[in-house]
């Protein structure tokens, strides 16, 4: 588990009109989580490098640019030489994820491994060692607002162990219907960074939000990592 819990709001639920001021709004993050959609991969377009560039210069906070789409193996290093934090790719879209991994790392930042929650963990575990992230979807990647699917926390606590035996050494992330009743589940099964969007920016005052969820996560995440030591 890292030091504390980690806090991503997720832009997708944020004012595309005012998005500078919406990241401004959640200083107290600790990333920025940036859902990147091509209206290929997933059913959705949203935004592309030319907005990351954008937001890059109007904030500190580390973004988390999670690429839904196809062909990252061509798209994702452009995210990374542009100053992204960490950048997610997709495991059922990536065609080489071990040397794309490579190339993110190479190009200065994180590499992230993101799966869909059909699809099985245990079929990618060498590839993950390879990776500094591993994003758990626990809503179908490309639209907002969906309710979470509890069964992926089965591959939350798989992934859990292989960290804490020293198997793995990477942030285990979750993103989809993350809220103030979702994240202690979460938290419980080992998750060590949030997305949450509509939880935040949904709330009359955003950053106190973002504390709120990080409270909800510590207290949880205690009392799940005291089940997994038997104490």
Known sequence: ???????????????????????????????????????????NL???????ESLLKVTDLPLDCHLMIENPDRWAIGYAEAGAYNVTVHVEAAHDPVMLAKNLRAAGARAGLSIKPGTPLEDHVETLKHYDTLLVMSVEPGFGGQSFIPDVLDKVRTARRLVDTGHLKLIVEIDGGINADTIEQAAEAGVDCF?????????????????ALRERAASAAGAGAGARNGS
Do not use: C, N, Q
């Open 1 to 43: 588990m890292a030091h504390r819990p980690l806090i991503a709001p997720s832009i997708l639920s944020a004012d595309f009109a005012r998005l500078g001021d919406e990241i401004h709004a959640v200083a107290g993050a600790d990333w920025v989580h940036v859902d990147v959609m091509d209206a290929h991969f997933v059913p």
């Open 46 to 52: 949203t935004i592309g490098l030319p907005v990351v």
């Open 195 to 211: 997305v949450a969007g509509s939880a935040v920016y949904s709330a009359d005052d955003p950053g106190k939000a973002v504390e």
